[in-house]
T-cell receptor
Framework: GENVEQHPSTLSVQEGDSAVIKCTYSDSASNYFPWYKQELGKRPQLIIDIRSNVGEKKDQRIAVTLNKTAKHFSLHITETQPEDSAVYFCAATLKAAGNKLTFGGGTRVLVKP | GAVVSQHPSRVICKSGTSVKIECRSLDFQATTMFWYRQFPKQSLMLMATSNEGSKATYEQGVEKDKFLINHASLTLSTLTVTSAHPEDSSFYIC?????????????FGPGTRLLVL
């Protein structure tokens, strides 16, 4: 089955700096890659997603890039703010497997004011 | 946007009892819902896929007789933890896909924190 690796596990940045989280996946047939933000004790919230036919997608301060050849995708957060502090999860899904999401291990991001 | 609710949000029970958790899609129909378990400081682990009108599909290592899933309508799936034990204490989260639109995006419920004494 699919395996998703996520790095780093923790990330501390100064307010205003950029944060980058990287994920790799194992199944080349995976076709949808969402990113979720989860605050303590709350539900994961979709912040951005990308499909396999697109290389890059941006939404204000958040961008995601996908390299299908290398089987990795990254989340970029620019001009970080304290409210960006949370745990971020990448995931990959394979339509042929019923669109089940396989999650990475998570990255705990701390934005220091 | 698509809203998924869960009930209860928190439950404390004695060892050996059964606990039922409900997952509802409030403004869309969901032929497929997913149940996850999340231990503290860990990622979400898929337990099973709930299919409306048919049997759930369980992930390897998840006991189907212990975690009973029923998806009787297009807006409701239930997870029953039978004969709960302290090791079942966890954060249980459901998600649902909107059958009418984008099939890949999953919308998550707020989660149910289960504590078994």
């Amino acid at each position: 089955g699919e395996n998703v690796e996520q790095h780093p596990s923790t990330l501390s940045v100064q307010e205003g700096d950029s944060a980058v989280i990287k994920c790799t996946y194992s199944d080349s047939a995976s076709n949808y890659f969402p990113w979720y933000k989860q605050e303590l004790g709350k539900r994961p919230q979709l912040i951005i997603d990308i499909r396999s036919n697109v290389g890059e997608k941006k939404d204000q301060r958040i961008a995601v890039t996908l390299n299908k050849t290398a089987k990795h995708f990254s989340l970029h957060i620019t001009e970080t703010q304290p409210e960006d502090s949370a745990v971020y999860f990448c995931a990959a899904t394979l339509k042929a497997a019923g669109n089940k999401l396989t999650f990475g291990g998570g990255t705990r991001v701390l934005v220091k004011p | 946007g698509a809203v998924v609710s869960q009930h209860p949000s928190r439950v404390i029970c004695k060892s050996g009892t059964s606990v039922k958790i409900e997952c509802r899609s409030l403004d869309f129909q969901a032929t497929t819902m997913f149940w996850y378990r999340q231990f503290p400081k860990q990622s979400l682990m898929l337990m099973a896929t709930s299919n409306e009108g048919s049997k759930a599909t369980y992930e390897q290592g998840v006991e189907k007789d212990k975690f009973l899933i029923n998806h009787a309508s297009l807006t409701l799936s239930t997870l029953t933890v039978t004969s709960a034990h302290p090791e079942d204490s966890s954060f249980y989260i459901c998600s649902a896909r909107d059958a009418g639109t984008n099939q890949e995006t999953q919308y998550f419920g707020p989660g149910t924190r289960l504590l078994v004494l």
